[in-house]
């Protein structure tokens, strides 16, 4: 029963400085990175959005494969941007996200209801990179 209690003794006494360690590793690995998009013109975690959002990264966006916009919406998962069914550009150009879109034959020359902002300038003809007046 000596024996016992001395080898029982050093097993705690041998794991109680790992403990210790695996305890500090556990806070560190708790916190969570926060992801801030902006949305609407202000800013708000992406937690709080109700819309799917899809980043870019800078590293993708520096790669000398996009010729213009359109290569990088056919880029992002569920969207896709270019000639529909075939026909010749300006008249069937078109963005589609995830099944809702316009191309400019159907457009009738309104506001599109899909397009995308650079730097906070908004570019809503598919046909042009040009930002509005």
Known sequence: MKKTAIASAIALA???P????????SDESMEVEEVIVSVSRRDVP????SQSVQAIPEQTLAQPAF???RDIYNRVP????GLVNG???PLAEGIQMR???VTQSNAGGGSMPVGYYIDDV???DVNSLSPPP
């Not at 569920?78 to 941007?81: E, N, S, V």
Request: charged fraction near 10%; charge should be negative; proline fraction near 3%.
């Open 14 to 16: 041998a794991t109680l």
């Open 122 to 124: 908004p570019f809503l």
């Open 67 to 69: 010729n213009d916009v």
């Open 78 to 81: 569920g969207a896709t941007a």
């Open 87 to 89: 026909q010749k550009a």
């Open 99 to 101: 099944g809702s879109g």
């Open 46 to 49: 992406v937690m709080d959005l």
């Open 18 to 25: 790992l403990s210790s360690v695996v305890m500090s590793q």
